[in-house]
């Protein structure tokens, strides 16, 4: 087959964030705007000719649009063979299992997660490489260069081929195989955890609700909670992906998973809740009215890892994010094991999982995961829970309250500014980076702070070095970050993390927003908040 060399001209937007490149569809749908960051991606990857990737994505607008071009350019560009997930549709865990189980050279995911889709919404794509963990900085700064002087792009001028069928196919010598997305996925869970144990629990009258959002994880949740382990029927719910998620937004969240939460606090509420998000990394935890936060649940999880079979012979470590709570610190330090603390973002993970040095990570902002892959993963949490509850036969509320009573509780909050003017944002934040020093010692509100700083990080494999959130850290351990995101695709959103540790067991169980309310205040008095952006109350609270 004929491979056509067409003339395009650079853009100077595709630098990809922590999760690739982000934009709005409308954009990726802008002349060659996918097929110069497609041949960026190609052109940085030394030795591609011959070798196999993965494809696949959330399955939001313009999935199918985006596959049938990377097919054809990937023909064009002499890659071997492409693992297709069929329909082109894949969660962003399972493909990174694809990458690792079939050994390839990396793969392509679609997706813009947990944001909005439709022709008006958001869209994105993203490189891992073969540890099946999102592409470096040493590679998206090679693609980002390339993309700004790209000329040309190759790609093989054919019909659209049918991906609705499982089995192989070829363009030009390029061979794809169409494969099953969900079944090496569900293989992989069912190795990890104690499969019988939790199908005596539903056997029982155990009773879930898992809310796939109308996104990815619907197909997957089915098959692995109704059809494996015997959840009865109709517990998924918003099972049947839609590309536009249904007008909704799914972040799995108190906010958006607005459906869940009302079914998890109503007076005939199952045992167990859960949400993942729009390609299936995310999750949420609920018991009957009760919410675990993510970062508690990262705790709990690492508490419990012994009754996974996975992890029965015990772990090496943990590793947080830097705004995650530091209720993991404490399990860590009691079971003896490694505790890390990176920047905000999977791919700071990977290392530390390569190594051996940890095995279970979380984020607060939904994320967890272990090193059975190298992103989050929505479902391997939910299955955690569905492991420790069968195992333990306690109630989730149960779990977390005593998990409070012996390590202490830390006390949560997350305030989201979204849309911001982008001017106003980052002034805000480098006044407060500039003033930072001025507050070490200082006595506020009843709180001393220890000591106020940007967090840098300096991998222990690679040595990168990398500086991310302002830290305000007082002297009993409660802290305010603040973030700028680096994952919107318009406005800047700032992120404020608010954190209390209560070590006394006996009385964890007050109010959140009454541990907290002292810091808040200070949190927007310290940053200038209300004041720089005229907003007096956040868009979202976690
Ligand atoms: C957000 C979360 C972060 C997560 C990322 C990708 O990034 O805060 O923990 O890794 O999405 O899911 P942010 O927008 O804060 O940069
Ligand atoms: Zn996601």
Same mark, same amino acid.
């Given at each position: 087959?004929e491979?056509?060399?067409?003339?395009?001209?650079?853009?100077?937007d595709?630098?990809?964030?922590?999760?690739?490149?982000?934009?709005?569809?409308?954009?990726?749908?802008?002349?060659?705007?996918l097929?110069?960051?497609?041949?960026?991606?190609?052109?940085?990857?030394e030795?591609l000719?011959?070798?196999?990737?993965?494809?696949?994505?959330?399955?939001?607008?313009?999935?199918?649009?985006?596959?049938?071009?990377i097919?054809?350019?990937?023909?064009?560009?002499?890659?071997?063979?492409?693992?297709?997930?069929?329909d082109?549709?894949? &969660?962003?865990?399972?493909?990174?299992?694809l =990458?690792? #189980?079939?050994? $390839?050279?990396?793969? %392509? *995911?679609?997706? !813009?997660?947990?944001?909005?889709?439709?022709?008006?919404?958001?869209?994105?794509?993203?490189?891992?490489?073969?540890?099946?963990?999102?592409a470096?900085? &040493?590679?998206?700064?090679?693609?980002?260069? =390339?993309? #700004?002087?790209i $000329?040309?792009y190759? %790609? *093989?001028?054919? !019909?659209?081929?049918?991906?609705?069928?499982?089995?192989?196919?070829?363009?030009?010598?390029?061979?794809?195989?169409?494969?099953?997305?969900?079944k090496d996925?569900?293989?992989?869970?069912?190795?990890?955890?104690?499969f019988s144990?939790?199908?005596?629990?539903?056997?029982?009258?155990?009773?879930?609700?898992?809310?796939?959002?109308?996104?990815?994880?619907?197909?997957?949740?089915?098959?692995?909670?109704?059809?494996?382990l015997g959840a009865?029927?109709?517990?998924v719910?918003?099972?049947?992906?839609?590309?536009?998620?249904?007008?909704?937004?799914?972040?799995?969240?108190?906010?958006?998973?607005?459906e869940?939460?009302d079914?998890?606090?109503?007076?005939n509420?199952?045992?167990?809740?859960?949400?993942?998000?729009?390609?299936?990394d995310?999750?949420?935890?609920?018991?009957?009215?009760?919410?675990?936060?993510?970062?508690?649940?990262?705790?709990?999880i690492?508490?419990?890892?012994?009754?996974?079979?996975?992890?029965?012979?015990?772990i090496?470590?943990v590793?947080?994010s830097?705004?995650?709570?530091?209720?993991?610190?404490?399990?860590?330090?009691?079971l003896?094991?490694?505790?890390?603390?990176?920047?905000?973002?999977w791919k700071?993970?990977?290392?530390?999982?390569?190594?051996?040095?940890?095995?279970?990570?979380g984020?607060?902002?939904f994320?967890?995961?272990?090193?059975?892959?190298?992103?989050?993963?929505?479902?391997?949490?939910?299955?955690?829970w569905?492991?420790?509850?069968?195992?333990?036969k306690?109630?989730v509320?149960?779990?977390?309250?005593?998990?409070?009573?012996?390590y202490?509780?830390?006390?949560?909050?997350?305030?989201?500014?979204?849309?911001?003017?982008?001017?106003?944002?980052?002034?805000?934040?480098?006044?407060?980076?500039?003033?930072?020093?001025s507050?070490?010692?200082?006595?506020?509100?009843?709180?001393?702070?220890?000591f106020?700083?940007?967090?840098?990080?300096?991998?222990?494999i690679?040595?990168?070095?990398?500086?991310?959130?302002?830290?305000?850290?007082?002297t009993?351990?409660s802290?305010?970050?603040?973030r700028?995101?680096g994952?919107?695709?318009?406005?800047?959103?700032?992120?404020?993390?608010?954190?209390?540790y209560?070590?006394?067991?006996?009385?964890?169980?007050?109010?959140?927003?009454?541990?907290l309310?002292?810091?808040?205040?200070?949190?927007?008095?310290i940053?200038?908040?209300?004041?720089?952006?005229?907003?007096?109350?956040?868009?979202?609270i976690?």
């Open positions: 087959m491979i056509s060399l067409i003339k395009t001209k650079a853009y100077d595709q630098k990809p964030g922590t999760s690739g490149l982000r934009k709005k569809v409308k954009r990726f749908m802008e002349q060659n705007y097929e110069n960051f497609v041949q960026s991606l190609f052109n940085s990857l030795d000719p011959g070798k196999t990737l993965v494809l696949g994505g959330d399955g939001r607008y313009y999935n199918d649009k985006a596959i049938q071009t097919l054809k350019m990937a023909a064009a560009n002499n890659i071997g063979k492409i693992i297709l997930a069929k082109g549709v894949l &969660s962003t865990p399972a493909a990174s299992n =990458i690792r #189980k079939y050994k $390839t050279f990396g793969g %392509i *995911i679609l997706s !813009a997660s947990h944001n909005p889709a439709g022709i008006n919404e958001d869209f994105g794509i993203k490189y891992n490489i073969y540890n099946g963990a999102p470096p900085s &040493s590679i998206t700064d090679k693609i980002f260069e =390339i993309s #700004k002087t $000329t040309e190759k %790609i *093989i001028k054919t !019909a659209d081929i049918d991906i609705s069928t499982i089995g192989t196919t070829k363009i030009g010598d390029m061979e794809i195989e169409i494969i099953d997305g969900v996925y569900a293989t992989m869970l069912e190795g990890i955890f104690d144990a939790i199908k005596n629990l539903f056997a029982g009258d155990f009773t879930i609700c898992f809310d796939a959002m109308h996104a990815v994880t619907g197909p997957y949740a089915k098959y692995i909670l109704e059809y494996m009865k029927s109709g517990s719910i918003n099972a049947i992906p839609k590309e536009d998620f249904n007008n909704g937004h799914p972040d799995p969240n108190l906010t958006y998973a607005k869940l939460v079914i998890m606090y109503s007076d509420a199952p045992d167990f809740g859960a949400a993942s998000d729009g390609d299936g995310r999750n949420m935890i609920l018991g009957k009215g009760f919410f675990v936060t993510p970062s508690d649940s990262l705790a709990i690492t508490d419990n890892h012994k009754l996974i079979p996975y992890y029965a012979g015990g090496s470590g590793a947080r830097m705004p995650t709570s530091a209720a993991c610190d404490v399990v860590a330090k009691e003896g094991i490694n505790c890390y603390e990176v920047p905000t973002g700071y993970f990977g290392n530390l999982m390569d190594a051996d040095m940890v095995a279970i990570c984020e607060e902002s994320g967890t995961g272990g090193n059975h892959v190298r992103e989050k993963d929505g479902l391997w949490a939910v299955l955690c569905l492991n420790i509850l069968a195992i333990t306690k109630s509320k149960d779990i977390t309250e005593k998990h409070w009573q012996k202490g509780r830390n006390y949560y909050t997350r305030y989201d500014y979204e849309g911001l003017n982008s001017d106003i944002a980052k002034d805000l934040f480098n006044n407060l980076k500039d003033t930072f020093g507050y070490n010692g200082k006595m506020m509100d009843g709180f001393i702070i220890d106020a700083d940007e967090f840098t990080y300096t991998d222990p690679d040595n990168s070095v990398t500086r991310n959130g302002l830290r305000i850290i007082f009993d351990g802290r305010i970050i603040y700028l995101s994952t919107g695709s318009s406005g800047v959103t700032l992120r404020v993390y608010i954190e209390k209560e070590k006394d067991g006996s009385k964890v169980t007050s109010q959140p927003a009454i541990a309310s002292n810091l808040i205040e200070l949190s927007d008095i940053a200038e908040i209300s004041e720089r952006t005229g907003r007096t109350k956040p868009d979202v976690t």
